[in-house]
């Protein structure tokens, strides 16, 4: 429990995605793991992805486990991948089993937790590599939130007000009747409109929209 609580108490004191890199790559220096890493699969856009990589996990296990994720219980239940699975398709890699643990963000944001496990060398039985998959599990949450308030940190600060005519856009509503709605010139609901397609490296409103809603800034608080 006190190790539990030291985790989370650690991962909710990060402020920088540096931070977080080095907190993953800690968990990956002890007796018990041979690399740890924290992959958050992000949706730029309905034909865009990207990965964002924290922690020291190998490049091999990031491609293994891309490729293995359809596996993965649509409940979110952990996996092992076992060395002999990836021997074949890595043969100049040194691999090894790892434990991967996935979840889900609220909005655009996928990934899972990896660790990689020594099978060889330690007395880990099954029900051992099940209790850690479970352990994580109640971590990763806290991680997850920490990646997320680094991540709305780095994004373009838009204001209130563009947000405002941004979501009655969302909504369908032109620039006159947004105009209407916040008691604001048609003149003054473009220029806010405007600002946010620059903030967002868009071509339109559409796609402004798009990335606002991506982002999490137009969820309904």
Partial sequence: MKTIEWLIRNAQQINSQQKLNEFIRSIGEGKMYLWSGFIVNVIKSPTCRELD???????WVVSATQSKLSRLDEKGLPLVVNKEELIEQYPEEDCCSFLVIPFSGFTNESGYFALGLDLECTSLTAQAIEQLGWFWSIIIPYIFAAYKKCRQQ????????????MKW?????????????????????NFHLANCI??????????AIVRCLLQGQLLVN
């Fill in 53 to 59: 990589t924290f922690g020291s996990i190998p490049d």
């Fill in 154 to 165: 780095e994004l373009p600060h838009i204001t209130k007000r563009e947000l405002e005519c």
């Fill in 198 to 207: 620059e903030k967002t490296g868009s071509i339109n409103r559409q796609q």
């Fill in 169 to 189: 856009a969302s909504e369908g509503k032109t620039s006159w009747e947004i105009s209407q709605i916040l008691n604001i010139s048609e003149r003054t609901a």
